[in-house]
């Protein structure tokens, strides 16, 4: 079936400029998580959606960061006003969403470059 | 807090010999531990976890995994490597005790495997 799938898969905006980042999980897949990959951070958690309990932002690195999921579904990564520390690949996961042990399946990413 | 290592940034191997990427993790709690492989302009793609049960836990394209509890380690192992197998492997541990979803991740380890 189909995975996790994201857009755009590449995005160049200019320093100030605000982006949205997209995300479709797995059909029936209540769980939708974003990570943030770049050379000096690695991999890092931004949040955690499941259902709809509020969800985990504790990731967030800072308030420029947003993220909403519409319908238990899609998502949609907004990061407002850019600064060049934000480029980044920007990956989305989802899993089932009925327990701790199940497996995150990731997407293609989304690859930000700030000019 | 959790973390993980994975102390060798590239490793070497030639193509038909055994190969070991290394990981050990630190959490409170028995963790979840789990492998990612990457490829090139790729999302993550999952080879395997352990959750508890046997130590020797067998992945996808044969690759397989040792839980140490003692030494908390969680090695990845590949009898025999192929070329294909050349891509940036992720060790990752969830903290499920804690409550978090997120995934910890190591800092990634290359594979180069030579013909």
């Known amino acids: 079936g189909a995975g996790v799938s994201q857009s755009p898969s590449n995005k160049v905006t200019e320093k100030g400029k605000d982006v949205e980042l997209r995300c479709d999980p797995i059909?029936?897949?209540?769980?939708l998580y974003w990570y943030r990959q770049s050379l000096g951070q690695g991999l890092e958690f931004l949040i955690y959606?499941?259902?709809?309990?509020?969800?985990?932002k504790s990731g967030l690195p800072s308030d420029r960061f947003s993220a909403e999921r519409t319908g238990g579904s899609v998502s949609t990564l907004t990061i407002q006003r850019t600064q060049q520390e934000d480029s980044a690949v920007y990956l989305c996961?989802?899993?089932?969403?009925?327990?701790?042990?199940?497996?995150?399946?990731f997407g293609p990413g989304t690859r930000l470059l700030v000019l | 807090a959790q973390s993980v290592a994975q102390p060798e940034d590239q490793v070497n191997v030639a193509e038909g010999n055994p190969l070991t990427v290394k990981c050990t993790y630190s959490?409170?709690?028995?963790?979840?531990l789990f492998w990612y492989v990457q490829y090139p302009n790729r999302g993550l793609q999952f080879l395997l976890k352990?959750?508890?049960?046997?130590?020797l836990v067998k992945g996808s394209y044969g690759f397989e995994a040792e839980f140490n509890k003692s030494q908390t380690s969680f090695h990845l192992k590949k009898p025999s490597a192929l070329v294909s197998d050349s891509a940036l492997y992720f060790c990752?541990?969830?903290?499920?005790?804690?409550?978090?979803?997120?995934?910890?991740f190591g800092s990634g380890t290359r594979l180069q495997v030579q013909p």
């Open positions: 996961a989802s899993s089932l969403g009925i327990g701790s042990q199940e497996t995150q399946y």
């Open positions: 059909s029936g897949h209540t769980a």
């Open positions: 959606f499941q259902g709809n309990s509020a969800p985990d």
């Open positions: 959490v409170s709690g028995n963790p979840y």
């Open positions: 352990y959750i508890t049960g046997d130590n």
């Open positions: 990752a541990v969830l903290p499920w005790a804690t409550g978090r979803r997120a995934l910890t």
